[in-house]
């Protein structure tokens, strides 16, 4: 049976521009419905004034938002319809609750993403001060 739902993770690294670049094609040869997940760590907890946490969730959304505006203008030039959603959460958790609760995920694999669940995997997290920049297409940010 072919691909019905192709879930992407993207963070802005070269590792998940390649990833995003392989998802890009399989829709071509399967007609599946492409989605990409983006994760927003937790804002740091030594911030010191309401202001810094606001210039950390500004600088967030800035970076967040352009990887996904660069990854769906990518999509779309290579004639595939990508549909995107930046979470706030555990990395681990929201991508195997997204795959396991959109219908990604036959029901066996529904079972052992539940299992991973509860492992409580690391969480990537996200620090303002060293903070990547979005893997430039071939347009520059």
């Known amino acids: ?3 019905q739902k192709i879930l992407v993770a993207i963070d802005g690294s070269s590792v998940g521009q390649k990833a995003l670049e392989t998802a ?7 007609r599946a419905e492409l989605h ?6 937790k804002p740091p907890a030594y911030a010191a004034t309401i202001g810094e946490v606001d210039e950390v969730k500004r600088e967030k959304d800035q970076f967040f938002g352009t ?8 999509a779309r030039a290579e004639g595939v319809d990508l549909q995107i959603e930046v979470l706030p959460g555990h990395a681990a958790e929201l991508i195997v609750g997204h ?3 959109g219908g990604f995920l036959g029901r066996a694999a529904r079972a052992r993403a539940r ?14 001060r060293q903070a990547p920049q979005p893997h ?3 347009a520059s940010v």
């Open 1 to 3: 049976m072919p691909f």
């Open 99 to 101: 795959a396991g609760g």
């Open 115 to 128: 299992r991973r669940r509860r492992q409580r995997l690391p969480s990537l997290s996200w620090n303002h």
């Open 24 to 30: 890009i094609e399989l829709p071509k040869l399967t």
């Open 136 to 138: 430039a297409l071939s």
């Open 67 to 74: 990887i996904a505006r660069l990854a769906r203008d990518q």
């Open 36 to 41: 990409a997940l983006a994760v927003e760590g």
